[in-house]
Structures are given as C-alpha cells and as structure tokens.
C-alpha cells in the first residue's frame, strides 16, 4: 500500500491540492443536488404514470436518454460507456422507485418504512443491484 508524505511536499503543491481537493468537493456537491432535483421530478413522473396505469419503465425514452447521453459524453470528452452506465443505475432507481409509487396507489397505500431521503424512497430501501435493460 503506497502511503503519502505530504510533510516532505512543496507547500506550492500542497496548496495546488487543496484547491483541486476544494474543487471537486465542490463539484460532487452539485452532482448531489442536481441528483436530488432529478429525483424530485422523476418522482412526479412516477405519480402521473400511476395515476393514468402508465408502466414504470419506458424502454423507448430510455434509449432516446441512453443515446443522448452518449453524445454528450462524448463531446465532453467521458467515456460514453461509463455514462451510460452511470445512467443505467440511476434508471434502475427510478424504476424501483415508479413501481414502488405504483404498487402504493394500487393498494392505497404509502411508504411507511421511515424517514425519506432526497430521492423520495426510505432510508431502508438497499441500492438497486443490477441495472435494468428499460426505464425513465
């Protein structure tokens, strides 16, 4: 296991790092936020399909988002096939989350396992595992 020193290192790089580090903390609170606002409205999403008996997954709007995705990735210069994994598992999510909204409103009722998170869904609720193949 490699170990740092950052005694032995220039205080002109460690000050570089410290920005850079206060940088991407930055950064990854955006994607945190920006997470916690999509969830929000793929939420209402959820709730409007099952209001109308929509299915949970849409393999058609995914494969718009997925492709889409791609190119963005893309001209941004990341790898396309980590966005689209990236996407996969937030569809995988949003999925779980329609048919959970879907199976309350059929049986009346609501999430009672306890306190919600930014995404809608019960602190008790595990990940999704694998990433399904259609979605939001």
Known sequence: M???NTD???AEVRAELTRLRDSIDNIDAAVV???AERFKCT???GHLKAEHHLPAAD???ESQQINRLRGLAESAKLDPAFAE???NFIIAE???HHERIADDALNGTTNTTGPTNTTGMSNADAPAGKAPTSGE
Do not use: F, Y
Request: no cysteine; hydrophobic share 40%.
């Open 8 to 10: 032995e290192v220039d």
């Open 85 to 87: 994994k990236l996407l």
């Open 94 to 96: 949003v999925i779980r």
């Open 43 to 45: 939420q209402r999403v």
């Open 33 to 35: 936020h920006m997470l």
């Open 59 to 61: 393999p058609g709007r």
């Open 2 to 4: 490699t170990t740092s």
